[in-house]
């Protein structure tokens, strides 16, 4: 198993460009199966998440290349409408595959997606939502099988705004027949992203970013359908954090400063210095940063829960206590301990952490427990005294490429040793 080695203690400078965001590329990927035809999606990082999606698509039956950031997707061949458990196991998200193989084929099989590192992750709003929209749903043993006569459009108001779930109704509606609204749709800027792709297919798609989002049933047809997803706004926050974190003063280019705007105020709040152009974000390290207000996880546009981790490993240093409340995943605190093996003083109860910042971290073997809180290993290792040791690291590929790359082009000591 490959692992990082990180030399603490450099602070970083420079300029990195973010790259696609992985939470846009994955509904689009599954997006391309509703036109039945060729799509090119441009700005796709090599992530172990891409390519799991991609099997799943070759799996269905579609031809699929990628090479240089670019997949084009033909789904013209797809002749398959299961996903098999292995397939499904390598990615949780892959149930947002339900909603366009329903609109493609009328049915769809594939297995309960398996609860990840984040605790539990139930999609009985995904279910409820498609069998309002006329999907037939039998569910046992793990396996999900569904059956859909002509589907009707209808009102679906989401209890809470999922991501996924408001993107699998996007998707299978798309299908319906007539109009279908979701109300407490969630707002996120994936989601926006999603629908600027099934537009440019012909779907007819329009209020996502709000609270509302209609979808005019008809499946697109416009082929080929071409789209540059948007910049990952969780790995740009991320390269931020670890630069508050080791010191030293970075560029953010090529991303979208509104899309992580909570992040970055409390960054200014903590001491960092900030500065928000059109299309990137400088920050330049305090000598020592202190606790911000109450770090509350909400739904877009509040605090992003992929943030949390890394945000709480830079303010580990910082000086005087900070409360983090993660309202969004029942359990997303696995980091905390691992962060605790390297000096920090944290103290978890239920949804609340509290973070007592040391004057330094020291480097320690530390494991990844999952994506985002790899990530905060990273961002810790790098601020630390010392050298630290990373493994299970195969949680941060899924959703950064090559995340070393990125830091040692902004002057860190880290390298993957296989
Ligand atoms: C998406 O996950 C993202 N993943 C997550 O990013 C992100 O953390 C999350 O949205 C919240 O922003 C992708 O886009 C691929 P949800 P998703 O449905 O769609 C509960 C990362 O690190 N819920 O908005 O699974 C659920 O348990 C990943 O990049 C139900 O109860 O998130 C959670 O507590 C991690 N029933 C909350 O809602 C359901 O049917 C939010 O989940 C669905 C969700």
Not at 229 to 239: C, F, G, K, L, Q
Not at 259 to 282: K, P, W, Y
Request: proline content about 5%; some cysteine; overall charge negative.
């Amino acid at each position: 198993m490959s692992r990082l080695i990180v030399n603490g203690g450099n602070p970083l400078n420079g300029s990195i460009r973010a790259n696609g965001a992985k939470n846009s590329i994955l509904p689009i990927l599954a997006a391309t199966i509703i036109n039945g035809g060729e799509n090119i999606i441009h700005n796709c990082p090599d992530l172990k998440d891409v390519h799991s999606a991609i099997a799943i698509l070759r799996h269905l039956g579609c031809r699929v290349e990628y090479s240089g950031g670019t997949i084009v997707v033909d789904s013209a061949g797809m002749d398959r409408w299961d996903i098999p458990d292995d397939l499904m196991r390598e990615m949780r998200s892959s149930v947002i595959f339900l909603g366009p193989i329903l609109a493609r084929c009328g049915k769809a099989r594939m297995t309960y997606p398996g609860g990840c590192e984040l605790g539990p992750r139930p999609i009985d709003l995904h279910l409820d939502a498609l069998s309002k929209l006329g999907v037939h749903i039998q569910e046992e043993g793990g396996e999900i099988t569904c059956e859909c006569g002509p589907l009707q459009g209808r009102q679906i108001n989401l209890s809470l705004p999922s991501v996924g779930a408001t993107e699998n109704i996007m998707l299978c509606a798309t299908a319906c027949q007539g109009t279908t609204r979701i109300v407490n749709a969630a707002r996120e800027p994936e989601i926006w992203d999603l629908q600027q792709f099934l537009q440019k297919a012909g779907a007819q798609v329009q209020g996502a970013g709000q609270h509302d989002i209609t979808i005019q049933g008809g499946v697109p047809t416009r082929q080929p359908t071409e789209h540059s997803v948007i910049p990952d706004r969780i790995e740009s926050a991320t390269y931020l954090c670890a630069c508050a974190a080791a010191g030293g003063e970075i560029c953010v280019q090529q991303t979208i400063p509104a899309h992580f705007a909570a992040v970055t105020e409390l960054l200014a709040e903590s001491g960092c210095q900030i500065q928000v152009g059109g299309q990137e974000v400088r920050l330049r390290a305090p000598g020592r940063l202190h606790s911000v207000r109450p770090v509350r996880t909400m739904p877009y546009p509040g605090f992003p829960t992929d943030a949390q981790s890394p945000l709480m490993a830079t303010l580990c240093l910082a000086q005087g206590t900070t409360m983090f409340s993660e309202n969004i995943f029942e359990s997303r605190y696995r980091h905390c301990a691992e962060l605790c093996r390297m000096g920090a003083d944290i103290r978890v109860e239920g949804r609340v952490a509290l973070v007592t910042g040391v004057d330094h971290l020291t480097g320690a073997s530390v494991k990844a427990t999952d994506l985002r809180g790899g990530a905060a290993m990273v961002v810790a290792a790098l601020a630390a005294q010392s050298a630290s040791e990373i493994t299970q690291i195969d949680h941060i590929d899924r959703g950064y490429d090559h995340i070393e790359r990125a830091f040692a082009a902004l002057g860190a000591d880290i390298k993957r040793q296989a």
